[in-house]
């Protein structure tokens, strides 16, 4: 034996496999052991092996602690240190000092290893620690770092150990007992105290558990059956006092823990989620399983859940500052596929119950149009007289027409056919009065007005991270199936017939009719009607515009610098682009029908004697004709309709074609005319009269030349025929007309004087040099 103490390794790997007292007890075997195999470095190393498995950490120091080189004897009694409060002190050695440090651990803990190993559990603790379970389970820990210096006597370790975990398990039922009588006596305080010492001893597991068995959902809160009507409504009295159950069962619960746990360890977000999870999630479930028309409740449903499940919970010192966040991610992600349900369902719900609005609009429309063709039946049968109902409402305007002017057998059959004529142009009236019906004003704002309202709704969810696009993507097929169902579905087909009716309606024929209903108007102007279809569809169309940038740009759904390509910017587009071009059809139409009224009333209100007098002028007034006072009354009431009804853009082009055409009109109206030097100072009356009215009323500059030019013309007839050849120089004069007219076009106009036969060789010999008798046959 005295041998093998003579090599050193073999010594210090006996050495590291004592125990502290066992250590001490071989290191003074014999003095080479001590003085030469385990001294110096060898026996710091094994006294800062035991610190380090403790978990003190060696720190670099110069500070020599007072130590004999004899044999210490760890029994020694000193009290300068206590084995509740040691780690507390001593958290770091020196190698100098570590065996002076590890002698203070073990005289506070090996007097509780030695009655561990024993299995001696009766007066564990000393007295002054009998009432403190706090303290107490502080030196269990304690015991258990201690004891981990011993883990190269693995003996003794685990013995110590195992004894150890079963002391600390009677300890804890001891625990769960008392906080179950505390609990019972509401005192709250002193459960939490127990409850930290099951957290300082680890058993974070029967703390949460004891809180949770006194957690009961069923019988804590009063959830109702349903909270819808039998209709289906939201009932929202009952729906928030539902919320009010669970948010008055939940703050009792944060109060709870925070009195119980405090801040010492995490419960109540756990506990809420695994709430939200088990019971909020289900209560959702059954609001919703029974049909999808539900969820047009849900944003409703959501932020009253948000106000009443998240803002309205009391603050929480066990989750901390960021608790009701939290809390509301934990809504959010829970609620998320209901929430994603309810935005895939509004463009499908959108879309159908539009439509279903269109399609009674139009059946309305057709009861009405099938009323008043009975009423004009009544009408027309009351004033002929007639016993007989008409045979067939529907026949052809032209066809019956076309009767008409056959001879008739008997003047019975003229009247009926006469009859049907009045009926089918009264049909043509009617529907030219009722144009404006072809599209509804009050049903497109209503449809507007629901499809931001829905818009608005579902962008309530764009906090909701996890569905923004989604939200993003619902809001633009909304904004799509819009622009779709109004202009494929009610305006297009409104503009269509529309169109249709201003290019079957002719007001000479009109005119002709003897026969008018009582109650019905044989003559409309078709402008007058078209305009107010326009001015309805302009509205919508700045609606639209209106919802398109304070909706879709303002909320960031569409960001107009990037998404010029995107397909809702393409839809919105494509409608403006429809509604100009029904706009421009239409006005086109209905400049041809106020041509045609204008052509009328030249026709009708111009007299011969106008500008060719038979008898002498007398105490005749000098101004304006009828029929120029007529037509420029004509053109006021139509070349002002657009005004606030469109784009400046729009009635400029509109009252600048109409002065286009109406300058040809008089033209040709002026061709048409025999006109004499006496009655040539009324026709320069007209034409300054119409030159008033383009330039001072309508204000159209581009035009202004045309009618300048025409007040020329005038000046062709007043020259006297005595003064042929001054007429002769006037025709060759072009620049006098400002290049508007050719010089054929002037000589044309010059042939229209009543004394042309007379003035005509001279006149032609001023414009070619010569006349007919100037002429030689070779």
Not at 195 to 205: F, G, N, R, S
Not at 362 to 383: F, G, H, M, P, W
Not at 636 to 652: E, P, R, V, Y
Request: net charge negative; proline share 2%.
């Amino acid at each position: 034996m005295d041998d093998l103490l003579k090599v050193k390794s073999i010594v210090l790997e006996i050495a590291s496999n004592l125990n502290a007292k066992d250590y001490l007890n071989f290191r003074s075997v014999n003095r080479l052991v001590y003085y030469h195999h385990l001294n110096g470095p060898a026996d710091k190393a094994v006294w800062k092996k035991k610190l380090v498995a403790m978990g003190l950490k060696e720190e670099q120091g110069t500070e020599i602690t007072k130590e004999s080189n004899n044999i210490i004897s760890l029994d020694d009694d000193c009290e300068r240190y206590d084995s509740a409060t040691i780690f507390d002190y001593i958290r770091t050695f020196t190698k100098k000092d570590a065996r002076s440090t590890y002698i203070k651990f073990y005289r506070c803990f090996q007097p509780y290893c030695r009655k561990l190993y024993h299995s001696n559990f009766t007066n564990f603790f000393p007295e002054k620690y009998d009432e403190d379970p706090l303290v107490q389970v502080r030196i269990f820990n304690y015991i258990s770092r201690y004891n981990k210096s011993n883990t190269n006597d693995m003996d003794q370790y685990d013995r110590i150990d195992q004894n150890m975990n079963i002391l600390k398990e009677i300890f804890v039922n001891s625990v769960l007992q008392e906080m179950e009588t505390n609990y019972a006596a509401n005192n709250y305080e002193t459960v939490g105290k127990f409850i930290q010492v099951l957290l300082q001893c680890h058993e974070e597991t029967n703390a949460v558990e004891f809180f949770r068995s006194k957690s009961d959902p069923s019988t804590e809160m009063k959830a109702p059956e349903t909270v819808f009507e039998e209709d289906g409504a939201l009932n929202h009295e009952t729906f928030e006092n539902a919320l009010n159950s669970i948010r008055d069962y939940l703050n009792g619960k944060i109060e709870m823990v925070d009195i119980l746990f405090g801040d010492r360890y995490p419960v109540i977000l756990q506990f809420i989620e695994t709430f939200i999870q088990e019971n909020v999630l289900d209560f959702f479930n059954q609001l919703f399983e029974v049909n999808d028309s539900r969820l047009r409740y849900m944003p409703t449903i959501y932020f009253l859940v948000i106000q009443k499940l998240c803002t309205e919970l009391k603050n929480s010192k066990n989750a901390g500052p960021t608790f009701h966040q939290i809390v509301r991610d934990f809504l959010n992600m829970y609620l998320e596929p209901r929430i994603v349900e309810y935005l895939e369902l509004q463009p499908r719900e959108f879309t159908k119950q539009t439509s279903l609005k269109f399609q009674h609009y139009e059946e309305e429309v057709a009861s009405r149009e099938k009323e008043t063709n009975e009423q004009i039946y009544n009408s027309l049968k009351d004033q002929s007289k007639k016993k007989n109902n008409m045979s067939d409402d529907k026949n052809d305007f032209l066809s019956a027409f076309t009767k008409m002017l056959r001879i008739p057998n008997s003047e019975t059959q003229k009247k009926q056919e006469q009859l049907q004529l009045a009926y089918n142009l009264n049909l043509i009236t009617n529907n030219l009065q009722n144009i404006k019906s072809l599209v509804s004003l009050d049903l497109s704002c209503e449809i507007i007005q629901d499809a931001q309202s829905r818009t608005e709704e579902m962008y309530k969810f764009h906090l909701v991270e996890n569905v923004l696009e989604i939200v993003k993507s619902k809001c633009q097929e909304i904004f799509k199936s819009l622009i779709d169902q109004l202009g494929n579905h009610h305006i297009k087909p409104g503009f269509e017939k529309a169109t249709d009716l201003l290019q079957k309606y002719n007001s000479n024929d009109v005119e002709r009719v003897e026969l008018k209903l009582e109650g019905f108007e044989t003559k409309v102007e078709p402008l007058v009607q078209f305009t107010e279809l326009i001015n309805i569809g302009d509205i919508i169309l700045q609606m639209t515009s209106i919802f398109y940038k304070n909706e879709l740009i303002h909320n960031n759904i569409i960001n107009k610098n990037r998404d010029f390509l995107n397909d809702v910017v393409q839809a919105k587009k494509n409608f403006e682009t429809m509604l100009d071009d029904f706009v421009a059809e239409g006005l086109n139409i209905g400049i041809n029908k106020l041509m045609d009224e204008v052509e009328f009333v030249f026709n009708t209100t111009q007299m011969p004697e106008d500008f060719n007098p038979m008898e002498e002028l007398g105490q005749r007034e000098i101004k304006p004709t009828q029929c120029a006072i007529k037509v420029v009354e004509l053109l006021s009431n139509h070349c002002f309709l657009l005004t606030g009804a469109t784009d400046k853009g729009t009635i400029d082009v509109y009252q600048q074609e109409i002065a286009e055409r109406f300058f040809n009109e008089v033209v040709k109206h002026v061709k048409k005319s025999l006109i004499s030097t006496d009655g040539a100072i009324f026709l320069i009356c007209d034409l300054n009269y119409y030159y008033d009215f383009i330039a001072y009323k309508l204000r159209q500059k581009r035009v202004v030349p045309l009618f300048i030019a025409l007040k020329n013309v005038g000046q062709l007839y007043i020259i006297s025929g005595k003064d042929s050849k001054e007429l002769g120089k006037m025709i060759c004069d072009v620049n006098r007309f400002k290049g508007i007219f050719s010089q054929e076009e002037i000589y044309e106009f010059v042939e229209r004087r009543s004394d042309w036969v007379r003035v005509r060789r001279d006149v032609e010999k001023v414009m070619y040099g010569l006349g007919l008798k100037d002429c030689v046959i070779m």
